[in-house]
């Protein structure tokens, strides 16, 4: 081999691996469907959570509460009256009041253990913590073997008694605004993530989060939930998007190589 080409091919064999890491391949950004793919099916229904799955999605967000007499059911309202056809609090009605109910045009409230049989498998669940029991909650999760697949949203409270229960639970706090309380909460709480409005995230805020260790995931809901809004999250190097619209932000990620 002449002296030239040899050299040329050692140089260019030097250079590879630095020029691989100067370009390294996007980050995958984590897909939250928010209540479900609900511009579908009406919002926290088992239809809306399938469409969240043939979508693709990583997530559906879910809201738990708990009936009168003790079974947890999906619903973001504490009252039913926006999202069915009858009235009255979830936590003052019984379950067979709930099975009276219609959502939309002819969906059911399903219950919590109904969304983890239909989704084991296919998709995670991130559960906003509303009135349930967190015993309850961890253990519905932890019968249908689910413990690694569920994040969970509450207060800092709610979210120290999900951590007693199950260590293994990931959980995930509200941004607390300043650079030193998310350090002191990651530490304190054992936060794998922080979740909040992209708006009220800074590049200073994500720096820090992911300098403790910990991923950022926002919510594109309302104003930002748009490309413009969703490159903003991208700006701010986010891990996961929640969006009422994943059938826009799947489509839009792939363009990027996000996806």
Not at 171 to 195: H, Q, S
Not at 209 to 217: C, L, R, Y
Request: hydrophobic fraction near 40%; glycine fraction near 6%.
């Amino acid at each position: 081999m002449p002296l030239r080409l040899l050299i040329v091919l050692l140089v260019c064999a030097g250079t590879a691996p630095l020029m691989a890491a100067e370009n390294p391949k996007p980050k995958r950004i984590i897909v939250i469907a928010h209540r479900g793919a609900h511009q579908k099916a009406p919002e926290n229904t088992l239809a809306s959570f399938q469409h969240a799955i043939d979508l693709g999605c990583d997530y559906v967000e879910v809201d738990v509460r708990r009936t009168n007499d003790g079974v947890l059911v999906l619903m973001h309202d504490s009252d039913v009256a926006r999202t069915t056809d009858g009235q009255g609090k979830v936590n003052e009605l019984t379950y067979a009041d709930i099975q009276k109910l219609t959502v939309g045009q002819s969906e059911k409230v399903p219950t919590f253990d109904e969304a983890l049989k239909l989704c084991r498998g296919k998709i995670k669940i991130y559960i906003d913590h509303k009135d349930a029991p967190p015993a309850e909650i961890v253990e519905t999760v932890t019968r249908h073997k689910m413990v690694n697949d569920v994040i969970v949203y509450s207060s800092y409270d709610g979210l120290r008694a999900f951590k007693t229960l199950n260590p293994k639970i990931w959980i995930m706090p509200p941004n607390p605004g300043t650079v030193e309380k998310i350090n002191a909460i990651r530490r304190d709480l054992k936060a794998e993530t922080f979740d909040g409005n992209v708006r009220d995230w800074t590049a200073e805020h994500a720096e820090a989060a992911h300098a403790a260790g910990a991923q950022i995931w926002v919510d594109n809901l309302g104003e930002n939930d748009n490309e413009a809004g969703f490159q903003k999250s991208l700006d701010l190097g986010v891990d996961a998007i929640q969006t009422d619209y994943p059938e826009k932000l799947i489509p839009f990620l792939k363009r990027l190589g996000r996806r």
